[in-house]
């Protein structure tokens, strides 16, 4: 079945440190990939997607690439700030329907 | 301005009450689901909607149930067969053709039962 791993948190990063958060995927066929974000007390925002194969998704300084080869879409930004503390959330959707599935979420703390 | 209300953003109930969250979305969107969020934890689908008058179950639909009698709304009702109600409550729309296949969130509802 289709399934989403995302590295445990929290994690704590020191302002303008670089930030990798890990995200695998199983899956068949071709599904596409989200990040979400989530700030305390509020709703999810997407923060970028890819929908195939060596696409990069990008935004705010956030950048991530599919990777088919090894089932991965991790998260990276170069220079984090304090306010990128917030919760990242990895999704899948598969292309049989249009049911996210999500990872458990990752808490990034980011220290001045 | 387009989005997703959701109302109220904070909810309180004795045990035992029936209670409906709101959702509304003004998108045209076709397709909307509610989420359960609990402290530190990933999000469960509860219920979605892919048409008007049909809806489907998710996850964790035990203890809740909806209705979607027009296409911009899709409210959920917590009933006190619910054994443990209390969390952070996500409503999100997407269009399912010729769209860009993402899921937009409203802002949630934290309901607290005493």
């Known amino acids: 079945g289709n399934s989403v791993t995302q590295m445990e948190g929290p994690v704590t990063l020191s302002e303008e440190a670089f930030l990798t958060i890990n995200c695998t995927y199983t899956?068949?066929?071709?599904?596409?990939l989200f990040w979400y974000v989530q700030y305390p007390g509020e709703g999810l925002q997407l923060l970028l997607k890819a929908t195939k194969a060596d696409d990069k998704g990008s935004n705010k300084g956030f950048e991530a690439t599919y990777r088919k080869e090894t089932t991965s879409f991790h998260l990276e930004k170069g220079s984090v700030q304090v306010s990128d503390s917030a919760v990242y959330f990895c999704?899948?959707?598969?292309?049989?329907?249009?049911?996210?599935?999500w990872g458990a979420g990752t808490k990034l703390i980011i220290k001045p | 301005d387009g989005g997703i209300t959701q109302s109220p953003k904070y909810l309180f109930r004795k045990e035992g009450q029936n209670v409906t969250l709101s959702c509304e979305q003004n998108l045209n969107h076709d397709a909307m689901y509610w989420y359960r969020q609990d402290p530190g934890q990933g999000l469960r689908l509860i219920y979605y909607?892919?048409?008007?008058?049909?809806?489907q179950k998710g996850d964790i639909a035990e203890g809740y149930s909806v209705s979607r009698e027009k296409k911009e709304s899709f409210p959920l009702t917590v009933t006190s067969a619910q054994k443990n109600p209390t969390a952070f409550y996500l409503c999100a729309s997407t269009r399912l053709a010729g769209g860009s296949n993402e899921q937009f969130f409203g802002p949630g509802t934290r309901l607290t039962v005493l």
């Open positions: 909607s892919q048409i008007v008058n049909d809806f």
């Open positions: 999704a899948l959707l598969p292309d049989s329907n249009y049911q996210l599935i």
């Open positions: 899956a068949t066929g071709y599904p596409s």
